[in-house]
Structures are given as structure tokens and as C-alpha cells.
């Protein structure tokens, strides 16, 4: 017998088979929101670099040679700055890991610091630094490479402006400090002389009290 379903409910039926094979439309933002089972806390991170301004901040790549492999050894990648503190006004160049935040140096800049290029590559330079980035005190011998030669440039001409800064302040605080020894000594040397003027006009004047008595004796013996 044959199928008295009509064309066009077949069609229908296709059509919702069809339907049901079609992946069902993404669900709807309501707008609705969801809290978190458990409510995290913000935590402040402290660096320790709070109290000082930043005076430079650029990325680099930092070895350390290792004298006993008499060879150079990565340190990391991350930025180096140079951080002056607000209140000591205290120079320190400090280098941190990107992704750990790990220190890789961190020693004061003084005077004496000299930044040379390393064997003529223009994108790194080379120094020696007594270092704490270990938690102890260490003689490093540092290089650090940036990715351009402006940067490197930047670099070493940093260092030298702060080392001939604080040469400069160095020369005239102990030109201060000579100035106030003579001037200490000059009123020690002021003092003594007055001291001695002092000490030759007291006999003058026992002198005369003595006149003096003997003058009101002789007046009385007159008497």
C-alpha cells in the first residue's frame, strides 16, 4: 500500500530532522553574575624600590664572569635600573628577572665605577661592582647587553654622569671638611691667645690689690 504521507509533510518532517541535527545557538548572556566561592584578598607586592626615583629603566641580557670556569654565565633577562633613594640620595643599579622578578645584581654606583665596551661590541659594556644580589657582599665582574647601541650608549653615559657627579661632591665635601679643620684650628689657636693675654695680666692685678693693702695698712699705722 502505498504512503499516504502528502509531499509536503515529508518535507516538514526533512526540515525538522534537519532542525534536530543543527548544533543548538550559543546560550545568551543574561547579564546575570556569578561570585567566586572564595573571595581572594589583594596583597601588596613591595620591591623595596618604593623610596627611590627611577633615573633609568631599560632591558637587557646580564652575564657575570665566573673565575674559576674563566668563562661567562648568564645572570638573566630582565631590566636594569638605576634607583636614586629620596632621602641618602644613594645611587644603586639594580637588575631584575623578567618572569621571576629574581634579583641578578643589585650594588650601590660610586665614584670609582668605570663602564667600558666589551671587546668592541657596541651593544655591551663591561664593569666591576661589589655585589649583594646574593644576600652577601662579592666582588662581579658584569656585562650587560642591550638590544641596540643607542641603548648601550645610553647606558654608559648614565653611569659616567652620576660617577662624575658624585667625584665632584666628593671633592667638595672634603674641601668643606678642610675648610672647617682650619677653621677649628684657627679658634683653638684665637682661644690659646687669649688665654695667654689672660694669664700676664693677673699678676698686674695681684699686684695692685697687694699695693692697695699695704697703702690701707700704712694709713692706719698713721693713724
Known amino acids: 500500500m502505498a504512503s499516504t504521507v502528502e ?12 532542525d534536530d541535527s543543527k548544533p543548538l545557538a550559543e546560550d545568551e548572556d543574561t547579564g546575570a553574575q ?3 566561592i572564595i573571595k581572594l584578598q589583594e596583597v601588596a607586592v613591595t ?3 618604593e623610596n627611590e626615583d627611577i633615573l633609568l629603566d631599560l632591558k637587557a641580557k646580564l652575564y657575570r664572569f665566573d673565575k674559576e670556569g674563566n668563562q661567562w654565565k648568564e645572570r638573566g633577562v630582565g631590566t636594569v635600573k638605576l634607583l636614586k633613594h629620596k632621602e641618602t640620595s644613594k645611587i644603586r643599579l639594580v637588575m631584575r628577572q ?5 634579583i641578578c645584581a643589585n650594588h650601590l654606583v660610586l665614584p670609582t665605577m668605570s663602564v667600558q665596551e666589551h671587546h668592541g661590541n657596541d651593544k655591551s659594556c663591561v664593569w666591576h661592582a661589589t655585589d649583594f644580589s646574593d644576600g652577601e657582599l662579592k666582588e662581579e665582574t658584569f656585562c650587560v647587553r642591550f638590544a641596540s647601541e643607542e641603548n648601550c650608549k645610553t647606558f654608559k653615559g648614565k653611569i659616567e654622569e652620576i660617577t662624575e657627579s658624585l667625584t665632584k661632591e666628593s671633592g667638595d665635601s672634603a674641601e668643606a671638611d678642610a675648610t672647617a679643620n682650619l677653621i677649628e684650628k684657627l679658634s683653638v689657636e684665637e682661644k690659646g691667645k687669649e688665654e695667654k ?22 694709713s692706719g699705722d698713721d693713724n
Open 47 to 49: 620591591t623595596g624600590e
Open 34 to 36: 556569578i561570585a567566586p
Open 98 to 102: 623578567n618572569k621571576t622578578l629574581k
Open 197 to 218: 693675654v689672660e694669664a700676664k695680666e693677673e699678676p698686674t692685678s695681684k699686684e695692685d690689690k697687694k699695693d692697695e693693702t699695704e697703702k690701707q695698712e700704712k
Open 7 to 18: 509531499p509536503t509533510a515529508l518535507k516538514r518532517e526533512e526540515e525538522g530532522e534537519e
